[in-house]
């Protein structure tokens, strides 16, 4: 086959497909156009959704500004509330605190004056302990030398006994050579005695107080090294104490006085301690001295008992105070009946001369005045002056009857009955 066949076969096929080249080449345009569209179509749902997706970016960024700027206000406002809320808290907290404070600061001045008191008591205080120790050191030493003088013999002791008795009668109100007496004689079948002291007691009784124990047994006592003398010492001390006791009951003080005296005798010693001690050795002591009529004393017992005669004293002159007194008024009471005698005698002269005046006052306007009042009558004159008219009296006179004795009733019975009230 030829070339030029070929070409003509060619174009004729060429002329038959020409359609259909045509159509596809149609086809194909349509189809670039359309994937044109579709890709502008493509690109623009890309950039419309990029724009949408910046939109929402946009509106998400607007939204976090908003809320971030709202958040901030937010934020602000709560900042600006709770700093109000905080000072309203503190102004409230402080109005609260306020009398605490003040409470707080007027504590703090107490405690201040209170600290500056304490300082100052304090010092007041050391000074104190510095004078009670040295009044402490010097009693000891006066007690060293008591002790020492006391050691010297019966004679120290026994003035050392009278004079703290006699301390003690006077500091329970009894007064020397008035209510007691020192060193009285009395002579006995025996011989003469001579107490201590003799108590004066209302009625004119006495009863006598010796005030002789020897101490030097107690003494040595104090001064041992070790217990065992110690204890032998203070038995030393309760035998002289029974010894003494024996002794003053021996002497039967009561015996040598007037009826009303006690039947006893008080054996006194100088201190409790030394009764005390003389009792833990022996404690039937002091009932074997009652039963021998000794009655065992010391300052303080002493008191109470010489307290009991002052008082005993007090109501003896009570009771001659009240007898004076009676007497006294026994006296005014007669000297007031006599003067109650003299006025009921002046009321009775009194109630005579007023009638006596009311009959000279009825004779004289019967008989005088009527013969008088007719000189008006017949117009005397009489310079204006009348007769004045004269009237009776006619107040009676006041009887006494608050100082009238009834029958059988004496003055001494009313005197006894004003008495009695009085007491």
Known sequence: MNFDSVLIALLAALVTAAPAVAWALMERNRANRAEARAWDLQDASARLRIMEEQAVKNAAFLQAEAATTIAEQVMKRADETFHNREQLAQARLEAQLKPVAETLAKFQEQVVAVEKTRAEETGGLKEQINQLL????????????????????????????????????????????????????????????????????????????????????????????????????????????????????????????????????????????????????????????????????????????????????????????????????????????????????VGKALEAAVGRYNQFVGSLETQVMTQARRFEELKVDHEGKEIAELTPVETGIRPLTKLAVDDGESVQGHLAALTAKGR
């Open 134 to 345: 040295t009044a402490s050191v010097a009693t000891q030493a006066e007690a060293r030398k008591l002790s020492a003088a006391l050691r010297r013999g019966a004679g120290v002791q026994g003035r050392w006994g009278e004079q703290t008795l006699r301390n003690v009668l006077e500091a329970a109100g009894l007064h020397n050579r008035y209510d007691f007496d020192e060193q009285t004689s009395t002579d006995t079948e025996e011989g003469r005695r001579r107490p201590d002291v003799t108590v004066r007691l209302p009625g004119g009784a006495v009863f006598v107080i010796d005030a002789k124990c020897s101490l030097n047994a107690f003494l040595d006592a104090q001064d041992a090294v070790d217990e065992a003398t110690r204890e032998a010492c203070y038995v030393r001390h309760a035998q002289s104490v029974r010894a003494h006791m024996l002794g003053l009951s021996a002497k039967t003080y009561w015996d040598q006085f007037n009826q009303g005296s006690p039947d006893f005798v008080a054996m006194f010693i100088p201190g409790d301690s030394f009764l005390a001690a003389a009792l833990e050795r022996a404690p039937e002591l002091m009932t074997e001295a009652m039963d021998r009529r000794v009655l065992v004393v010391t300052p303080t017992t002493l008191f109470a008992l010489c307290k009991a005669v002052v008082y005993g004293w007090r109501v003896e002159e009570q009771a001659a105070n009240a007898q004076e007194i009676s007497k006294l008024g026994r006296e005014l009471y007669k000297r007031l009946s006599v003067m109650g005698g003299h006025a009921a005698s």
